[in-house]
C-alpha cells in the first residue's frame, strides 16, 4: 500500500520499528522460556523483568504491580470477571457507563445473566461521565467501578482522577481500560487513583498480541487463565517473550517521545476539527472539544454513510488518489452494519450515528497526509451528498454540544 | 549460546526461520487490524483464514471449527471453564486424571472450589489412562472428559481414540490437550473423536503468544474472552496477526515434514533409551516405552537431584564443554523446588521424582549432539554421585514397569 494514509491508529498503530528489531532476538535464537532455570531461560527472565520495569515506568506503578496479558480484552475480562468472583460475597454489584468498549460490556452482559447487577451510567452528549453520578450510584454492596480512560470511537477523556478519589475514599475497586491513553497521554495509576488498569501494546507501536494489567497491592482478583506459576500464579501459560521484550521497547519510546507528540497531534487534530467546520456542511463533531485524545477527531456527516466514505477513502477511484484508511463506528463491529452503540448512547440519532467518520492519527501522519485525507473526505461527502436521495444542503450547522432538539440533524433523515 | 545443545523442546521450541520469515511482513508494514474493512484489513483477515485452514489441515479438521488463542493454557482454561459454564445445568461432574498438566489441574481445582466434582483417574506406573476407568467414572452429571494426548514430562500417549468412543457413544463432551502431540505426531480430530482440542504454537515451531482451540460444531462452550466480534464471537480481541501467520506457516512446515522426523526422533530416543539403561546404574525410566512421544526421554537417576544434572549440564565447568539444555520436572514449576506432580501421581517415591531427567528433542538436534549430551550426564551423575552421602552403587537397577516393591529405589534413600 505505497502512498497509503493510515488514519485508523485507535483499531491499530504500526508496530516501531525500533520495537521489532528489539523483538527479533527473541523470536530466533534467544528463544528458552523464562520458566526454566538454565542460562537461556533466565536470560528470558530478565527481559521480561525489564520490560515490566519499562512499562511500570511508563504508568508510574511499581513493577510489582504488573502482569502481562495477551491484550486489553483479556484484562478487561480479567479485571471484571476476576474482581466479582474474589469479592462476591461482599456483594453483586458493579459500575460503568453506557459508552464503553464491548470488552467491559459483553463481559458485564455474562455476569448479568449470572444474577449480578450492573448500572450503566449515562453520559452527557460529549461522552463524559460525570463523577458525582458514580458517587450517587455507589452501594453497599458494589464491588467494582470500571470506567475507561479515553473512549477509543469518539477519544473524549474521563475525569477519572476525580473518580478514583470517590472510589478510593468508599473503598470501591477501581477498574480502567487504558487502552488508547496508555503511550498517548500521560498515565499515572498513583495520580488517576486506579486499582487495576488495562493497556495493550499494539495501540502503542508496540506488537499485536501482548498487553498488561496494572493490579495495585493488596487488590483481590483471581486469575483468569489458571495453570503454572508465572506472573506470581496470576496468570498462567509460557510468556509471549518476544511480544513481552517488544511492549517494554514500545514502553521506553513512548516515555520520551509522548508529550511531545501529544502536542503535536492535538494541533493536528484541532486543526482538522476546525478544517472540517469551516468547509463541510451539516456534520456534526462528536466527543468533547478539548477534553479528547491529542490524535481523534470524530465527526458526522449529515445524509451520508461512514461506511460508504470509508471506502471510497481505501479504494479510490482516480488511478493516482492514495489510499486513505479511516474508520466508522468500532473496528471490533465493522462488519456489522449496526450503528456505533457509543454514539447511540449519546442520544444521537441512528442515520447521523451511521454517517460518522473517525479519524486517529499516529506518529507517522504529517500535517501533508492529513490536508491531503481533508480535501479527499470533503471531495467524497460533496459526491455521495449529490447522489443521496434524503440529504438536503443548508440544514443548521451541528456542533459539539448542541443537542438533538436545537440542530436540524434529524430534518433530513 | 554458541554450540548449546537444547534437549527441552517440550518447554519451547525453536521458531523456524521459515516461520519468522513469513510473520515479518505482518509484524512491520501489513499491520492492519482484520476487523477493519479497507484492504490493509482485508488483506491481515485472508492471511488469518489462510492460517486458519493451515492449521485445520494438520488436525482434520475443518477451518470452521478452529479458533485461535493466546496458547494451550488458555485453550485448556477456555475449555474446562466454558464447557462447564455452558452446560451446568446439566450437571456439575468432570473426569480428568491425576497426571494432567496444572494448566487442566488448576482450572478444575477452581470449579472445585464452586461446588464441582472432580474425578481424578488413577494412571498406571507408566502414566496410562484405562479407557475402562473412563466409561466406568462417567455419570449421569458429567459434562466434560479432559485427558491430555501425551504427557509433557514423561511423553506417554494416552489412548484417545479409545476413550474419543466412549465419550461419544455416552454424549459427553471430551477435551484432549494436544499441545505436546500437534505437529509432531498426527493428530486427527474425528480418528480421535474429540470434541474440543487445545494446540500451542511455540511447541512445533511456531511462535510464542499464540495457539488454538478446535471446537467440533455443535459444542456448547461459553466464551472466556467476551468482546468484539472477533472468531465468531467466541473469542474476543485484536487477532494477534503475526503470530497467528506464523502458527499457520508452521502448521504447513509440520504437516510435511512431522512423518519423517517423528520416525527420526524415536529412533533417537530409542537410542537414549538403551544408551541410558546400559551406561548408567540404577536408573528409572519414567514412561511408557513403546507409547511415547519421538522426542521425549525421561528417567531417574537415584541419589541424585534432577535439578543439579540440570544445572552442571547447562553452566558447564571445563571451558570447552558445550553447554546442554535439559529439564526436570515441569517447565511451570521449575523455580519451585517440589518434586514433579507427575512422577509422584505414577507412585514414584519424591526422591526418585526429584532425580529425573527429561531429555525432549527436536529437529536441530542430531545423533552427533545426543551423543555429546549422553556422555556428559553420565559424566555429571557419575561426578555427583560421588558427592553423595546416600547413594550406594549396585543396588537392583530400576526399570520401566518395576514396581517400587520389586526394586530397590528407595533403599538408598
Not at 464503553?100 to 449470572?114: C, F, G, N
Amino acid at each position: 500500500m505505497k502512498n497509503a494514509i493510515f488514519l485508523d491508529n485507535a483499531a491499530t498503530t504500526r508496530t516501531d520499528p525500533e520495537v521489532i528489531d528489539a523483538m527479533e532476538p527473541w523470536l530466533s535464537e534467544k528463544f528458552g522460556s523464562p520458566a526454566t532455570l538454565y542460562s537461556m531461560g533466565s536470560q528470558a527472565k530478565q527481559a521480561i523483568d525489564a520490560a515490566r520495569q519499562s512499562f511500570a515506568d511508563l504508568i508510574g506503578a511499581d513493577q510489582k504491580d504488573i502482569f502481562f496479558t495477551s491484550g486489553a480484552t483479556e484484562s478487561n475480562n480479567w479485571a471484571i470477571k476476576g474482581v466479582a468472583d474474589a469479592l462476591e460475597s461482599k456483594g453483586r454489584h458493579i459500575i460503568t457507563d453506557v459508552a464503553e468498549h464491548h470488552s467491559i460490556l459483553m463481559p458485564l452482559r455474562y455476569l448479568e445473566k449470572k444474577g449480578w447487577e450492573v448500572t450503566y451510567l449515562p453520559t452527557d452528549s460529549d461522552g463524559m461521565v460525570n463523577p458525582e453520578a458514580v458517587a450517587a450510584a455507589i452501594r453497599d454492596d458494589t464491588v467494582l467501578v470500571s470506567i475507561v480512560h479515553a473512549n477509543h470511537e469518539i477519544g473524549t477523556i474521563q475525569p477519572i482522577a476525580a473518580i478514583g478519589k470517590i472510589t478510593s475514599e468508599k473503598g470501591v475497586v477501581f477498574h480502567v481500560n487504558a487502552a488508547q491513553t496508555v503511550g498517548h497521554i500521560p498515565v499515572d495509576v498513583n495520580h488517576l487513583g486506579v486499582d487495576l488498569l488495562s493497556s495493550s501494546a499494539h495501540k502503542f507501536y508496540g506488537p499485536k498480541g501482548v498487553g498488561a494489567m496494572y493490579i495495585r497491592h493488596g487488590v483481590r482478583i483471581t486469575p483468569l487463565l489458571h495453570g503454572g506459576t508465572q506472573e506470581k500464579k496470576r496468570r498462567a501459560g509460557t510468556h509471549n517473550v518476544p511480544g513481552i521484550v517488544g511492549m517494554g521497547k514500545a514502553s521506553e519510546i513512548a516515555r520520551h517521545s509522548l508529550e511531545a507528540e501529544a502536542t503535536r497531534l492535538a494541533g493536528l487534530r484541532n486543526h482538522i476539527l476546525d478544517w472540517v467546520e469551516s468547509n463541510i456542511d451539516d456534520i456534526r463533531i462528536n466527543g468533547h472539544r478539548t477534553e479528547r485524545l491529542p490524535g481523534n477527531v470524530n465527526f458526522s456527516i449529515e445524509g451520508i454513510e461512514g461506511e460508504s466514505i470509508m471506502l471510497s477513502l481505501s479504494y479510490p477511484t482516480a488511478g493516482d488518489a492514495r489510499p486513505i484508511y479511516v474508520s466508522t463506528g468500532s473496528a471490533c463491529v465493522s462488519g456489522s452494519l449496526e450503528p456505533s452503540h457509543i454514539l447511540l448512547a449519546l442520544g444521537m440519532p441512528a442515520e447521523l450515528a451511521h454517517g460518522s467518520v473517525r479519524i486517529t492519527m499516529a506518529k507517522a501522519d504529517t500535517q501533508e497526509d492529513v490536508d491531503y485525507a481533508l480535501e479527499a473526505i470533503a471531495a467524497v461527502a460533496e459526491r455521495l451528498r449529490s447522489m443521496s436521495p434524503v440529504y438536503k444542503r443548508g440544514n443548521k450547522k451541528c456542533s459539539a454540544g448542541s443537542s438533538s432538539q436545537g440542530c436540524d440533524c434529524e430534518a433530513a433523515s
